[in-house]
């Protein structure tokens, strides 16, 4: 008999709006009353994959001189520190496709109050790169994979490279990292039969599995049929691999639901962002690689901050517009309504 994961204990709390109040002058606060302390930076658009659900195969990137240097990435870090950001994620595109990488995670983690620096990577590139990074004082990496299947993953990559992000997952290992977490997307009648076989690779190699909500953020039209849903996940885990039980630690106002395999023997997070929103909690600011703030992965809205960090840099103008931009935050993303707007960009512009 399996344990049945108490899903009710999943709820997040619901602050009201406090919309009579100003913009303060310190922690980055909304009118819902959120303090952000979470960073995610995009450093480039380019991706060597082309997932069907995050970008359009004849993608037109942006020109290197668009994107941020690592001096102006690391200048927003320092203006935001202060402001209450101390934990900070860098991704893409592709983040490896960015050269020197290991010398823009060194600048990140040495800025005084940043705590916490992450890589989201799809791993192709991180076999050779793994320790450089982890020299450079990485310590927390996510790495995609959606299917151990050749096929289906040529199928949902429109690449080919499956071995490649398995030896950049071993190369994670070997440089040290723990935990590792590995990211699938689940969608519907595409990889829902990877749900198992990824959990039992992610016990036996000593990985956090984490199953990702196909969301609207992609080239393509979303269907909500397609979406498989995180207690589908569940359930099927428990079924065919092993009983789950709310993680130790569990934090709900973290995006990932946490469980831990009742014989002790791993752990499995989900996403999900259609079925179980965490708007009400969420604590992330995104700077997309050409210097743009948003305050949410659907925002439609976004702050150019670029010409404040090149050129005569304004700091205290840009902790003003960071602040603003968080103050402005919406209540959530809507995609269970009908007034859901898709942005324009797609996931891999944006940063994910
Ligand atoms: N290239 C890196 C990678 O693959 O991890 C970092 C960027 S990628 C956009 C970050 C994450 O966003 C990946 O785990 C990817 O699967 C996820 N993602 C992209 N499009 C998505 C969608 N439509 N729904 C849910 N997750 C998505």
Redesign the pocket.
């Given at each position: 008999m399996s344990a049945k994961v108490p899903l009710d204990m999943l709820g997040t709390p619901a602050p009201g709006p406090h919309s009579a109040l100003r913009a303060p002058h310190s922690a980055l606060v909304d009118t819902f009353g959120r303090v952000h302390s979470n960073l995610r930076i995009?450093v480039t658009d380019r991706?060597n994959?082309r997932?069907t659900?995050?970008?359009p195969e004849d993608v037109v990137f942006m020109d290197r001189s668009e994107l941020l240097s690592f001096e102006e990435i690391t200048h927003f870090v320092r203006v935001a520190a202060p402001l209450g950001i101390d934990k900070v994620r860098l991704?893409?595109?592709?983040?490896l496709m960015r050269k020197h990488l290991d010398r823009l995670i060194r600048m990140v983690v040495e800025v005084p109050g940043i705590k916490d620096v992450g890589l989201?990577?799809?791993?192709l590139l991180l076999a050779d790169r793994a320790q450089e990074f982890y020299d450079a004082g990485l310590r927390r990496i996510?790495?995609?994979l959606?299917t151990l299947d050749a096929g289906r993953f040529r199928a949902l990559s429109r690449r080919d490279g499956l071995e490649q992000v398995l030896e950049g997952i071993a190369g994670a290992k070997k440089a040290g990292f723990h935990p590792i977490k590995v990211?699938?997307?689940v969608i519907r009648g595409l990889n829902d039969v990877d749900v198992v076989p990824l959990a039992r690779f992610a016990r036996e190699h000593g990985l956090e599995m984490r199953y990702?909500?196909?969301?609207?953020?992609?080239a393509e039209a979303?269907e909500r049929d397609k979406v498989y849903f995180a207690h589908e996940i569940l359930e099927q885990i428990e079924r065919e691999v092993a009983p789950l039980a709310p993680a130790k630690d569990y934090d709900p106002r973290a995006p990932a639901m946490e469980f831990r395999y009742a014989d002790g023997r791993g752990s499995v997070g989900i996403?999900a962002?259609i079925s179980r929103p965490f708007c009400m909690s969420c604590n992330r600011v995104r700077l997309t690689s050409e210097g743009k703030l948003r305050n949410c992965l659907f925002a439609l809205n976004e702050v150019d901050v670029k010409p404040l960090l090149r050129g005569t840099p304004d700091d205290t103008r840009l902790a003003e517009i960071i602040r603003q931009n968080v103050w402005d935050k919406w209540e959530g993303h809507e995609i269970n309504t009908a007034r859901f707007v898709k942005p324009q960009r797609?996931?891999?512009a944006?940063?994910?």
């Open positions: 995009s991706c994959l997932c659900y995050c970008m991704t893409g595109g592709e983040p989201t990577t799809n791993g996510n790495i995609s959606d990211n699938a997307v990702i909500e196909y969301m609207p953020i992609g979303w996403i962002s797609t996931m891999h944006i940063g994910g």
